[in-house]
Nanobody
């Protein structure tokens, strides 16, 4: 079992930045691929970014490339999402998730591939 707790969400003006953190419990954090997803009202939960066990491989959804950066600190059992140049369309609840079956280089993008989820943190970008 892995428990995930997100933090760092909030209200920011367009063009601003936020850094989300996701702290994980358990001793095998380094054996989980980690992902960030987001869900806006009335929309499906979409992948934002994913990162492999060691952090050597990453994936970004097209609209996040160049603006968002996913990283992880296995010693601290934490995954981060640095979000820059935020726009109102980025407003959503952001979730982190852990995938136990991705293997060492996997970066799953399908929410169904993830086994554990955090409770989410709200990000609101004002225009």
């Amino acid at each position: 079992q892995v428990q995930l707790v997100e933090s760092g969400g909030g209200l920011v003006q367009a063009g601003g930045s936020l850094r989300l953190s996701c702290a994980a419990s358990g001793r095998t954090f380094s054996r989980y691929a980690m992902g960030w997803f987001r869900q806006a009202p009335g929309r499906e939960r979409d992948v934002v970014a994913a990162i492999s066990w060691s952090g050597g491989r990453t994936y970004y959804a097209d609209s996040m490339k160049g603006r968002f950066t996913i990283s992880r600190d296995n010693a601290e059992s934490t995954v981060y999402l640095q979000m820059n140049s935020l726009a109102p369309d980025d407003t959503a609840v952001y979730y982190c998730a852990a995938a136990s079956r991705a293997g060492p280089i996997g970066v799953p993008v399908d929410p169904e591939k993830y086994d554990f989820w955090g409770q989410g943190t709200q990000v609101t970008v004002s225009s």
